[in-house]
């Protein structure tokens, strides 16, 4: 009797025995597909010798996989109903197996926003994504204070709660008399039934206490508005329906979510003018994460601790982007996207070792799942690498010390949290480093209104 294989192992299961009855070429030739449930099957790109042939290929997988092969038939051929669709998918993705690439296309019902290619290209505004794996890092004390200290230098930032099964942003910037209507569940929901007119955008936006006479003007949209407390049964049904496709207005096709958002990033930053957009992302790696770290075109700041549930938890992050990078790779791409992921060093205790230990984790993690192999480069020429000193490389972490001072961080209830006397000294640095990328931002294009 066969042993029971996992899903770990199902994949490689089906390309030794593949690789075993038809030849290793055979088994690279064709595109595995694996159903929402796990289930594989194969669909090879040439036809099939006879009926018996396809029969005795089926049967034998069947055996190899057990419950991991697709039932009504584990093998198809080029000529089988919807093998040409399969073979031509933009959307397989070449996985690594040993020594070799094989194209799996995935299909699955949770989780499917990982797999959409990420946005790239120069934005206007910038937008700044703050994002983690595990919450109480500091992700949305660290937006506050980014905020806070934007105006203060006479900036416009426009501020974005996508934290939407936890949110908190309004909370942190907005008093309860500067809370607008509604958010952005609101937004999401509605606008992919009956629409959102410009005009009433501003039901959707408050303007932060931080906005002053002398400085920029800080915009918040909070997950929730203040609609929600008057229906609060609401809230939930909402939700459920906020991260789903929209049909798009031609009534034919889909709108994704993340395309949903960045279309009301848009809208919103069309109606005043910003410098920069700050959007705090959901923890961890479900579903409402994606359209945040992969869709916006943003600069993603991935914050995380020096502890080994930091590395290993990004290691599985960084395993997906190697595997968007390898799709946009091999149809000509250059996934330059790879190139604004920067981790965040956070609640660091600045001691030496730990320091130098956080540096050389993650420099692993980016050589190993983002960098480009030294052998290996992009159409340009110029392989995505960089040497574990450069200080300019995106690997080096961003650091913002531990202090006792942020424990209890609630700027509305203490004002003076906000003052840059408070947050100098630990968020100086990390504040530095977000001025230069929106001067690089703003020098890289011009803006709409300086044609």
């Known amino acids: 009797m066969t042993p029971q294989i996992t899903f770990d192992q199902a994949i490689p299961v089906l390309i030794s025995t593949l690789a075993d009855q038809a030849g290793a070429e055979f088994a690279q030739s064709g595109v595995i597909v ?52 399969v073979l031509e998918a933009s959307d397989s993705i070449p996985i690594r197996v040993e020594d070799h690439f094989y194209n799996l296309l995935d299909r699955r019902i949770v989780g499917s926003g ?11 505004p910038p937008r700044f994504v703050f994002a983690t794996l595990k ?34 942003l309004g909370e942190l910037l907005l008093s309860d008399d500067r809370t607008p209507k509604f958010g952005v569940i609101d937004y999401l929901v509605d606008n992919g039934i009956v629409g959102i007119a410009a005009a009433s955008l501003g039901d959707f936006i408050g303007t932060s206490d931080l906005t002053t006479a002398e400085g920029g003007r800080v915009d918040v949209m909070p997950a929730l508005g203040n609609a929600s407390d008057h229906y609060p049964e609401n809230v939930l049904p909402k939700l459920s329906r906020a991260m789903t496709e929209d049909i798009d207005t031609s009534g034919h096709g889909v709108v994704a979510v993340d395309r949903q958002i960045s ?34 075109g943003a600069t993603v700041f991935l914050f995380g601790t020096a502890q080994r549930q930091t590395y290993k938890g990004y290691r599985k992050l960084f395993a997906a982007f190697q595997l968007l990078a390898q ?4 149809a000509g791409g250059d996934a330059e996207w790879r190139a604004t992921i920067r981790p965040v060093y956070a609640k660091a205790s600045m001691n030496k070792d730990a320091i130098a230990l956080f540096s050389e984790e993650v420099f692993e993690l980016f050589s190993e799942h983002i960098y480009d192999e030294e052998d290996l480069s992009r159409p340009n020429g110029d392989a995505l690498r960089f040497a574990q000193d450069d200080l300019t490389a995106p690997h080096q972490p961003l650091m913002i010390p531990f202090t006792q001072s942020f424990l209890d961080f609630d700027p509305l209830l203490r004002p003076g949290q906000l ?14 480093t ?12 011009e803006r709409p209104n300086d044609n």
Do not use: C
């Open 34 to 85: 694996r159903d929402a449930s796990g289930r594989l099957a194969f669909v090879s790109s040439r036809l099939a010798a006879s009926d018996s042939e396809t029969d005795e290929l089926n049967t034998i997988i069947t055996e190899k996989l057990g419950g991991y092969a697709r039932q009504g038939g584990a093998i198809r051929f080029s000529d089988a109903p919807g093998a040409h669709a």
């Open 114 to 124: 990982w797999l959409n290619t990420p946005a790239a290209g120069v934005i206007d």
């Open 135 to 168: 919450g109480g890092v500091g992700r949305s004390t660290a937006l506050a204070v980014a905020a806070a200290d934007l105006a203060r230098r006479g900036r416009n930032v426009l501020v974005i709660d996508l934290d939407l099964e936890a949110p908190g």
């Open 263 to 296: 279309l009301m990033i848009d809208a919103v930053t069309k109606r005043d003018q910003y410098d920069a957009v700050l959007i705090d992302s959901r923890a961890g790696l479900s579903e409402l994460a994606a359209p945040a770290v992969l869709g916006l």
């Open 327 to 330: 799709r946009e790779k091999a």
């Open 419 to 432: 003052e840059s006397a408070f947050y100098e000294q630990t968020y100086r640095p990390f504040l530095n």
């Open 434 to 445: 977000l001025d230069d990328l929106i001067e690089s931002s703003t020098t890289d294009h």
